[in-house]
């Protein structure tokens, strides 16, 4: 005997045991998509959901994904004992156990889609979940959860309105989007514009365990916040520049600045009038054609352009009003060239807009 008090000796056997219990618990990694609000939202709320209905023991990583040319998806970082993919496109790997998606062109081929009906009539019909009537991917994690697996979201009801928000580009306004006042626009800005690879898997848990505004507190996340607003007033002048609306259409290249990102709400801002939007920019990975449409327009819903299917055309994708396409860094020339033709298609929709 060592003569420690036996209160202590419990003491130790408890903590000893919740230790162990830890180490030795289900693996889990979530894939999310990367500097994404509702890639970051749909991480942290699909963790919290299987924290509290299937396994409490559970340990959690983070690993994000971005739309680049190639391959978007790497066999070898499947290695959780559970493999989670949410807000982003659908793998066929055995490896993946849970998929939530809502985006349009969430399947890189038919072969991927008729893969997915045919899994939802396997054993993992209750773990893959696609609706593209969602805003946001936030949302149908929500609602998925709640309904199939009992699971509260009335705590992060802020979250998921958020969510709804950002991703459905659902403002009052584009100064609304562009002035950066709230919360989750600050937090916004920071998941689009951070180059630290740790950065977002450390926001991720706290998105479903405080406030958006106690998140903005964090030391980490609040030093942040100084130079991203600075660069993104700069960014703004910067499109004012280089941006030219014509026949509704928004076109500018800015690929020759070290921009990661920039708040797609700008062309708007400065162009109320345009109906779409087609941007060129460069970041340290890919060259990015974003192809948008006004949420403020006063065109019909009818009459525009379906814009995934668009983007689809040159391996890009996203949403009927939003899409992107990438191309690798060096491939700037392609990217213009696609640019120019989807400028051409789109003002041709609108003769004199």
């Given at each position: 005997m060592t003569g420690e008090p036996l209160a202590a000796i419990l003491v130790t056997c408890h903590r000893n045991s919740i230790f162990s219990k830890r180490k030795s618990g289900l693996n889990v990694r979530i894939f999310y998509h990367d500097r994404c609000f509702d890639g970051a939202c749909s991480a942290s709320l699909f963790m919290r959901f299987h924290q509290e209905c299937m396994r409490p023991d559970a340990r959690y990583g983070f690993h994000g994904l971005v739309h680049r040319a190639g391959a978007l998806f790497c066999e070898r970082d499947f290695t959780g004992d559970e493999n989670a993919i949410v807000d982003f496109k659908y793998s066929a790997s055995p490896k993946v156990t849970w998929w939530c998606d809502h985006h349009l062109s969430a399947f890189l081929t038919p072969e991927d889609r008729e893969h997915y009906?045919?899994?939802r009539e396997g054993p993992r019909k209750e773990r893959l979940f696609y609706d593209a009537g969602y805003t946001s991917c936030t949302g149908l994690i929500g609602d998925v959860a709640r309904r199939h697996f009992g699971f509260n979201t009335e705590p992060y009801a802020e979250l998921i309105r958020w969510a709804n928000i950002v991703d459905g580009a659902l403002y009052e306004s584009p100064q609304a989007a562009v002035e950066m006042a709230e919360p989750a626009m600050k937090l916004t800005l920071a998941i689009e514009s951070s180059q630290d690879p740790e950065f977002i898997p450390r926001l991720i848990p706290l998105l479903t365990s405080m406030s958006?505004?106690?998140?903005?507190?964090?030391?980490?996340?609040?030093?942040?916040?100084?130079?991203?607003?600075?660069?993104?007033?700069?960014?703004?002048?910067?499109?004012?520049?280089?941006?030219?609306?014509?026949e509704g259409t928004i076109h500018f290249d800015i690929t020759d600045q070290p921009l990661e990102g920039y708040n797609k709400f700008i062309p708007y801002l400065l162009h109320p009038e345009a109906i779409y939007s087609v941007g060129l920019s460069k970041s340290s990975f890919r060259t990015k054609v974003a192809v948008g449409s006004n949420p403020w327009t006063k065109a019909r819903p009818e009459d525009m352009v379906n814009l995934a299917k668009i983007c689809e055309r040159y391996g890009g994708g996203g949403h009927a009003r939003v899409g992107?396409?990438?191309?690798?860094?060096?491939?700037?020339?392609q990217a213009r060239s696609a640019a120019a033709e989807i400028v051409e298609e789109l003002r041709a929709c609108n003769p004199g807009a």
């Open positions: 009906l045919c899994a958006l505004g106690e998140v903005l507190e964090q030391p980490f996340v609040a030093d942040l916040l100084p130079p991203l607003l600075e660069r993104h007033h700069r960014s703004v002048a910067l499109i004012r520049e280089r941006a030219q609306c014509s992107a396409i990438s191309f690798p860094p060096e491939k700037a020339d």
